[in-house]
């Protein structure tokens, strides 16, 4: 689960950091505003693709992503983006479960 977790969380650093320029043009938004909260939240997520192996990384990570839907909220075209990537993180949860439960029961000792 931690593998597809960080993956999810090292793709969406790039989405984020192209919807700073998004958020410029098609928001309106100055680019202080925009690199500050879509910067941040880039560099929150590859941060926090290198902390899965911690309990606490897992739900830092939970909570970025509901940052991440609602500052879509604030440029109407991020909000599909938002919507994928809490998707995308919530597969990755349910399938990264079900082969660290798979591994478990077959006695499989690698971890992913």
Known sequence: MRTVCAV????????????????????????????????????????????QRFAWGFYAACALQVAFVASSLLVPGLTYLGIVFAGLWIAGVVLGRRVEAVRTASGDAGGA
């Open 8 to 51: 999810v969380l090292a793709f969406e650093a790039v989405v984020l950091g192209l919807a700073i320029p998004v958020a410029i043009q098609l928001g309106g938004h100055s680019p202080g505003l925009a690199g500050g909260v879509w910067g941040g939240l880039a560099l929150a997520a590859l941060v926090l693709a290198g902390t």
